[in-house]
C-alpha cells in the first residue's frame, strides 16, 4: 500500500519560506512515476504547485514558478517542497502526491497524504 | 478564475442520476488530454474517482461513470446516496500553460 506523509512547520512569517517534506512508504519513489504537491486554500478549490520525476525533472505552475522548488531525495525516500516570499495568500492545506505516470498526469493523482495545513502570518 | 469551468452546485434526491460538467479548450480537453475526477468529503483529502475520462479506480462503485466529448467531460451518478455529498473536481493538463489544471469544484447536495 503506497503512503505519503507530508511533514514540515504549521506557521510561516510574511516573506519566509515555507519548507515542507513528503515520506513515501510502499513504493519506490524511483520508480517510473511522478511525485509533486497541490495545494487548497480554506473554503477553496484545488492547485497544482508542480510536480518532479525520480531523475529530477521538474514542472512547475506557471504561477508560481519564480517562487517554487521540488527537490527529491530517493535514499531517504522523500521529496520536498519550498515556496519562498510567502504572504497570506499561501496559506492552504498541503498536500504531496504521486502524480501519475507521465508528466501530463496519465493515471491521476492515485495516492496522496492527509494535507497539511500552512498559516502565513506574523 | 479555473482553466476548467464546473458548476458550483448540483443536488439530487437519493436514488437519482445528477450529473455535472467540467468545460475547458482546445489547449486542454480539446487537445485530448486525459480527464480526471477527485471526490473531496468534507475536511478529508481529494480521492480519485475516475482517471483517464472513463476509468474507476478499484473500489470505486460503478455508480460513478465518466465521459469526454470535445472541450468538455461529465461525472456522472446514479442511484446517488447521502453519502456521495461531497465536492468534485476535475483535472487535466494544459498545453499552454504547460501545467496540471483543477476545476474550481462542484459541491454536490442530496436533498
Known amino acids: 500500500q503506497v503512503q505519503l506523509q507530508e511533514s514540515g512547520p504549521g506557521l510561516v512569517k510574511p516573506s519566509e519560506t515555507l519548507s515542507l517534506t513528503c515520506t513515501v512508504s510502499g513504493y519506490s519513489i524511483s520508480s517510473a512515476y511522478y511525485w509533486g504537491w497541490i495545494r487548497q486554500p480554506p473554503g477553496k478549490g484545488l492547485e497544482w504547485i508542480g510536480s518532479i520525476y525520480h531523475s529530477g525533472s521538474t514542472y512547475y505552475n506557471p504561477s508560481l514558478k519564480s517562487r517554487v522548488t521540488i527537490s527529491v531525495d530517493t535514499p531517504k525516500k522523500q521529496f520536498s517542497l519550498k515556496l519562498s516570499s510567502v504572504t497570506a495568500a499561501d496559506t492552504a492545506v498541503y498536500y504531496c502526491?504521486?502524480?501519475?505516470?507521465?508528466?501530463?498526469?496519465?493515471?491521476?493523482?492515485?495516492?496522496g497524504g492527509q494535507g497539511t495545513l500552512v498559516t502565513v502570518s506574523s | 478564475q479555473s482553466v476548467l469551468t464546473q458548476p458550483p452546485s448540483v443536488s439530487g434526491a437519493p436514488g437519482q442520476r445528477v450529473t455535472m460538467s467540467c468545460t475547458g479548450s482546445s489547449s486542454n480537453i480539446g487537445a485530448g488530454y486525459d480527464v480526471h475526477w477527485y471526490q473531496q468529503l468534507a475536511g478529508t483529502a481529494p480521492k480519485l474517482l475516475i482517471y483517464g475520462n472513463s476509468n474507476r479506480p478499484s473500489g470505486v462503485p460503478d455508480r460513478f461513470s465518466g465521459s469526454k466529448s470535445g472541450i468538455s467531460a461529465s461525472l456522472a451518478i446514479t442511484g446517488l446516496q447521502a453519502e456521495d455529498e461531497a465536492d468534485y473536481y476535475c483535472q487535466s493538463y494544459d498545453s499552454s500553460l504547460s501545467g496540471w489544471v483543477f476545476g474550481g469544484g462542484t459541491k454536490l447536495t442530496v436533498l
Open positions: 502526491a504521486r502524480n501519475g505516470y507521465d508528466y501530463v498526469g496519465g493515471g491521476g493523482i492515485d495516492y
